[in-house]
C-alpha cells in the first residue's frame, strides 16, 4: 500500500536524521520508553490507515461543479482583505514598518502561546483559512491545468507568510511548506530535480524570514550560540542556516525522552493539549485561562521545549492517548485517500502537512489549522450533494 510505504519511509529517514546529529552534539540518550511511545505511535497510526483503507470504498461520483473554484476565488480575496486588515492593526500600534521591524522579538515574545489580539477574534479566524484555501488551489491547478491557479497558490503563500509575520512565527509558513511536499506525493510528481531543490532553497529562506528580521539578519548567530557550545567539532558559519532548521526539526525525540524522565505525568490533562481549540472556545464563554501550547524547557543538553505529538497525547490520555488516537487518525487518513475530486486531495495534501509536523508538534491543536481542516471537510461533503462526472486519483 503507497501510503503506508510513504509513512514509514518518512518515519525511517526522520528516525536515521536525528540519531545523526549525535555526530555533532552529546546528546542526552534516548530513553526505551520514549522509543517505545514514538513506536507505538507510529504503527498505531499504520493500523488505523491500513483498516480505514481497506473498509473504504472508492468513491464511484465526484462532483464537478464550479464551486471549489467560486470557493477559492472568493477565498482568496476574504483572506488578502483579513492579513491586510492584521497588518494595518500593526501599523496602527507600532506607527511605521521599520517600528516593526525594530520591535519583532517584542513583538514575537508578547503574541506567542498568549490571547493577545490586534483585531477582532473573527477576523483571525477567517484569515485562518488561507491554510485551506492554499491545499485547495494547489488541487486546482492539478485538476484544471490552469496557470490562474498556480497564480493563487503563490497569492495564498505569500498571505500565510504576511500573517505569520504579523507575529514573526513560522508555523504556518512551514505549514505550507508541508502542503507543497504534500502535492508532490498525492500527485506522485518527481520530487529530485535540479529545479525543485533550486524551489526548495527559495522556500527555506521564506521559512527563516521571521527568524531573521527577529535577529537583524546576523545570520543565525543567537541561535546557533545557543547550540554551538555543545558542538563536538566547529561548524562553518554558512552552514548557521542548515543547522538551526536541524535542531528545530529534529531533536525533539531527545527532548521528549527528557520531558519523560523529568516529569511523572501522574495528572493526565484529560484532553486540554489534544483539543485545545475547544478548550480554548469554550474559555471565552467560561472565563478560565486558555491553553498554552509552550512548555518549560528540558536540557538535551541545551534548553529545548518541542517534544513531538506524542507529549501531547501522553499527557493527556496516557498509552491509552498514544494507542487510540493516531489509529481513529489513521482510520480518517486511509479513508480520504478512498475519495476523489479535487476537495478530496486537498483533504490528502493538508494531512500529510500534519504527518510531517508530528514530529514536532500536533498541528491540529492550533485552531488555525483545525478551522481550515474543518472548512475543508464541510467543503468536501458540500461538493458531494452535486455528483456529476468526473476523473480523480486513487491512493
Excluded at 507543497?180 to 533550486?198: D, E, H
Excluded at 535577529?215 to 554551538?228: E, M, P, Q
Excluded at 531527545?254 to 485545545?276: I, K, M, V
Excluded at 514536532?360 to 481542516?373: E, K, M, R, T
Aim: overall charge positive; glycine content about 8%.
Amino acid at each position: 500500500m503507497r501510503l503506508v510505504k510513504i509513512v514509514l519511509l518518512f518515519c525511517v529517514i526522520y528516525a536515521a536524521a536525528s540519531l545523526s546529529g549525535n555526530f555533532l552534539i552529546d546528546f542526552t540518550p534516548l530513553s526505551w520508553f520514549a522509543i517505545g511511545l514514538l513506536a507505538t505511535f507510529v504503527f498505531s497510526l499504520i493500523g488505523g490507515i491500513t483498516l480505514g483503507t481497506a473498509c473504504s470504498r472508492s468513491s464511484a461520483v465526484e462532483s464537478s461543479s464550479a464551486l471549489p473554484y467560486w470557493v477559492l476565488g472568493l477565498g482568496l480575496i476574504l483572506v488578502v482583505v483579513t492579513s491586510g486588515t492584521m497588518w494595518f492593526a500593526l501599523l496602527d500600534q507600532y506607527g511605521s514598518f521599520s517600528a516593526i521591524w525594530a520591535n519583532s522579538w517584542n513583538i514575537r515574545v508578547s503574541t506567542i502561546g498568549q490571547d493577545t489580539a490586534l483585531v477582532p477574534s473573527y477576523i483571525s479566524y477567517l484569515n485562518h483559512l488561507v491554510y485551506a484555501l492554499f491545499a485547495l488551489s494547489l488541487a486546482c491547478f492539478k485538476h484544471s491545468r490552469k496557470i490562474v491557479f498556480l497564480a493563487m497558490s503563490a497569492v495564498l503563500f505569500g498571505v500565510i507568510v504576511a500573517s505569520d509575520l504579523t507575529q514573526f512565527g513560522r508555523i504556518g509558513i512551514l505549514f505550507a511548506i508541508f502542503c507543497i511536499a504534500g502535492y508532490f506525493l498525492v500527485y506522485q510528481k518527481k520530487i529530485l530535480t535540479i529545479r525543485n531543490a533550486l524551489f526548495a532553497g527559495g522556500l527555506l529562506v521564506l521559512l527563516m524570514l521571521p527568524r531573521m528580521i527577529r535577529g537583524s539578519f546576523d545570520n543565525f548567530r543567537a541561535t546557533v550560540d545557543h547550540f554551538s557550545v555543545f558542538y563536538r567539532f566547529d561548524v562553518p558559519g554558512i552552514l548557521n542556516i542548515f543547522v538551526s532548521v536541524y535542531f528545530y526539526y529534529f531533536v525533539a525525540p531527545y527532548a521528549l525522552s527528557e520531558f519523560l524522565f523529568q516529569n511523572s505525568l501522574a495528572d493526565l490533562s484529560w484532553g486540554a493539549r489534544t483539543f485545545t481549540p475547544f478548550y480554548n472556545f469554550l474559555a471565552k464563554f467560561t472565563g478560565q485561562g486558555r491553553i498554552s501550547l509552550i512548555d518549560n524547557m528540558e536540557k538535551i543538553p541545551f534548553d529545548y521545549n518541542i517534544f513531538t505529538i506524542v507529549r501531547d497525547l501522553f499527557g493527556d490520555f496516557g498509552i491509552a492517548g498514544v494507542l487510540l488516537l493516531p489509529f481513529l487518525w489513521g482510520i480518517l487518513f486511509g479513508w480520504v485517500f478512498k475519495q476523489t475530486g479535487i476537495v478530496a486531495d486537498a483533504i490528502k495534501i493538508f494531512f500529510f502537512a500534519w504527518l510531517f509536523y508530528t514530529p514536532i508538534f500536533n498541528v491540529f491543536s492550533f485552531g488555525s489549522f483545525f478551522i481550515a481542516l474543518c472548512f475543508l471537510f464541510i467543503l468536501y461533503f458540500v461538493t458531494r450533494l452535486i455528483p456529476t462526472r468526473n476523473s480523480a486519483i486513487s491512493p
